[in-house]
């Protein structure tokens, strides 16, 4: 039990985000209601099939009706779309969040269309898989995750407390940033990676021609982690590029530089170069296995986390969108 809950919670998508939020609140008891709308049949169909909530319908205007808290669980290129559909069937008073990995975009999009009779708090819990769908999603996925709330000037300081209060109830830990910075953090510590690793999938891919399957057969554990960054949703990703591509391409511009003055010291055998930057980025890993974000072990702590989530989907379970 906890000490907030809200008579009717709506969810305007239902994949990976959205159905787990559906299972915490129904587990945690959040809601006295909770409607379920997204764009297709098909993925309707399943979330009913799943039983995640009380009501489904893919009319994004009905789900909203009477609700205290609509989250918007869409890759981010959606977000001005769906607020355009709910702008007119919202509650006064109600609150209106989203969990898109962008954010000044998300609000430039969403903002203009939203009634000032609502409070529209943007967030981002900083927790995934590389699956999708409402079968991947499990109650557990926000369990000592970050979640980050973006508020926007004028932000009412009630419904700030009280979406702070569902986020904690879910089992995420909170933080406040400004929607730039937010942009330019995760450009960082997200964004770049999963672009690497597409990047390096790619040229694999190319060179798996010349190689003849010897990529996959002989994949170092190096090689695996990009792979599964890689099998990240194809919409959610191309999105989030064209959505924070301004911070994206200067964490690009950053990395290309230093790539070339890595690739400078290898080709003039500058050993002591080499050295002192391995030795430098293996603190930085240190650094976070002290802060608790990883354990120390080969598979970088993934199957032993994997391993304690008790309703985790199994990854042959779980969906990649082809
Ligand atoms: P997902 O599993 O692919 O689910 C996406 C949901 O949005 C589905 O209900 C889908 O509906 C609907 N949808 C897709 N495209 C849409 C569009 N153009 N307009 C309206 N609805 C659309 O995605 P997810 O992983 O839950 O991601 C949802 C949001 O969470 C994204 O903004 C993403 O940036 C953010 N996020 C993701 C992660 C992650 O690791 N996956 C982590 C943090 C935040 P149908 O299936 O009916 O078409």
Redesign the pocket.
């Known amino acids: 039990m906890s000490d907030i809950k809200f008579d009717k919670i709506a969810l305007i998508?239902?994949?990976?985000?959205?159905s787990s939020l559906a299972r915490v609140i129904r587990e945690k008891n959040l809601a006295g209601h909770i409607s379920i709308a997204?764009?297709?049949e098909?993925?309707?169909y399943e979330a009913r099939e799943l039983v995640l909530g009380d009501s489904y319908t893919v009319n994004n205007a009905e789900a909203v009706k009477d609700a205290d808290l609509v989250i918007i669980?869409?890759?981010?290129?959606?977000s001005g779309?769906?607020a355009r559909d709910i702008a007119h069937s919202l509650k006064s008073g109600a609150i209106v969040t989203d969990?898109?990995?962008t954010k000044a975009s998300v609000i430039a999009q969403m903002q203009p269309e939203l009634p000032d009779y609502v409070h529209f708090i943007p967030g981002?819990?900083?927790?995934?898989?590389e699956f999708?769908?409402p079968r991947?999603g499990f109650s557990e996925l926000f369990t000592n995750r970050w979640c980050i709330l973006t508020p926007i000037p004028g932000t009412d300081k009630k419904a700030l407390e009280q979406l702070n209060a569902f986020w904690t109830t879910c089992g995420s830990k909170i933080d406040q940033m400004d929607p730039a910075h937010h942009d330019l953090v995760l450009a960082m510590v997200s964004h770049l990676p999963h672009i690497i690793a597409y990047n390096i999938l790619g040229t694999a891919n190319d060179l798996e021609k010349i190689t003849n399957s010897q990529v996959i057969v002989y994949s170092a554990s190096g090689f695996r982690d990009f792979t599964r960054l890689a099998a990240?949703?194809p919409?959610?990703w191309r999105?989030?590029c064209l959505h924070n591509r301004d911070a994206i391409l200067e964490m690009l511009g950053r990395f290309s530089e230093d790539l070339a003055s890595l690739q400078r010291a290898i080709r003039w055998k500058d050993g002591n170069a080499l050295f002192e930057l391995f030795t430098r980025t293996r603190a930085i890993r240190h650094d976070i296995i002290e802060v608790g974000k990883e354990v120390n072990t080969s598979d970088f702590g993934r199957q032993t986390v994997i391993n304690e989530k008790k309703d985790t989907p199994d990854p042959k379970h779980g969906k990649y969108?082809r």
């Open positions: 998508g239902i994949g990976l985000i959205g997204t764009r297709s098909k993925t309707l669980s869409v890759p981010v290129g959606g779309a769906v969990v898109g990995s981002h819990p900083i927790a995934g898989t999708s769908g991947a990240s949703d919409a959610m999105d989030v969108k």
